[in-house]
T-cell receptor
Framework: AQTVTQSQPEMSVQEAETVTLSCTYD???????LFWYKQPPSRQMILVIR??????QNATENRFSVNFQKAAKSFSLKISDSQLGDAAMYFC??????????FGTGTSLTVIP | DAGVIQSPRHEVTEMGQEVTLRCKPI?????LFWYRQTMMRGLELLIY????????DSGMPEDRFSAKMPNASFSTLKIQPSEPRDSAVYFC?????????????FGPGTRLTVT
């Protein structure tokens, strides 16, 4: 079974500092995709970053980067230079073949001014 | 592109009434997903379609819930009869099945309140 685990229900970070959100997943597949989504108070789910499992290079999008450890089945999100607008719920997601997606339970990030 | 469109954005209804939520996926996407989000249960997948065909409906809570996708540009989620415990935010999302950008794009959600 494919499952996604986010072990940190809540995290906080000082503005301008760096924070890392953890995600692990369970799969027997070798080809898949991983994502981080952000859900601010507006409720809109927004894609933050995408990682293809066949790519060894970690994905980056401006202040957002991932640490993808395929053997360990770990996919953490690093937010650098945190801003007040980064405060949101963050969901890790896994996509398997057949286009089925699995989401974690989310991490609520607070940014302290 | 207009993104995933959901209607209504808010729905308040009385217990026992029928509720229909609507979704228009992004043009060219061939997968569509319905989710329910509550504080207690988080984000739950209810059902998803590939090429208008339901693939996995194991998340549909019970027979009161039904979903259809009559064509590639429209889907409905129906609750009949509705109950207070159905109160939640319902999201529709769409994606491509293969080739590059396979991430899901979410609609703005429908906040359902059943009194």
């Amino acid at each position: 079974a494919q499952t996604v685990t986010q072990s940190q229900p809540e995290m906080s970070v000082q503005e301008a500092e760096t924070v890392t959100l953890s995600c692990t997943y369970d799969t027997s597949e070798s080809d898949y995709y991983l994502f981080w989504y952000k859900q601010p108070p507006s409720r809109q789910m927004i894609l933050v970053i995408r990682q293809e499992a066949y790519k060894q290079q970690n994905a980056t999008e401006n202040r957002f980067s991932v640490n993808f450890q395929k053997a360990a089945k770990s996919f953490s999100l690093k937010i650098s230079d945190s801003q007040l607008g980064d405060a949101a719920m963050y969901f890790c997601a896994y996509r398997r073949t057949g286009n089925q997606f699995y989401f974690g339970t989310g991490t609520s990030l607070t940014v302290i001014p | 592109d207009a993104g995933v469109i959901q209607s209504p954005r808010h729905e308040v209804t009385e217990m026992g009434q029928e509720v229909t939520l609507r979704c228009k996926p992004i043009s060219g996407h061939n997968s569509l997903f319905w989710y329910r989000q509550t504080m207690m249960r988080g984000l739950e997948l209810l059902i998803y379609f590939n090429n208008n065909v339901p693939i996995d409906d194991s998340g549909m809570p019970e027979d009161r819930f039904s979903a259809k996708m009559p064509n590639a540009s429209f889907s409905t989620l129906k609750i009949q009869p509705s109950e207070p415990r159905d109160s939640a935010v319902y999201f529709c999302a769409s994606s491509r099945m293969g080739g590059g950008r396979v991430e899901q794009y979410f609609g703005p959600g429908t906040r359902l309140t059943v009194t």
